[in-house]
């Protein structure tokens, strides 16, 4: 009888883990999202004053291409080696 609970307990973790992770991915990436945010503004402030910054494509380029960079280091932690 108890290896039939452990069995279904097992099942369960198993069955909840996609849900739970993706819930904590999307908090924390949330989280980061606004924090980085607040340390743009918070640069901008201090360099522009009120005026907002002139943002450069390539800058933009290098951001976007090193957060490709991080989602990818992300994803190779769900490969098995």
Do not use: C
Not at 22 to 47: D, H, K, N, Q
């Amino acid at each position: 009888m108890s290896e039939m609970i452990e069995t279904g307990s097992r099942e369960q973790r198993v069955a909840n883990w996609r849900p739970r992770v993706l819930l904590i991915g999307g908090v924390l990436g949330s989280l980061l999202g606004v924090i980085a945010a607040y340390l743009f503004v918070r640069a901008a402030e201090t360099t522009h004053g009120d005026e907002p910054p002139e943002l450069k494509t390539g800058d933009a380029v290098k951001v976007g291409t090193a957060l490709l960079r991080i989602l990818r280091q992300i994803a190779d932690l769900g490969v098995k080696r």
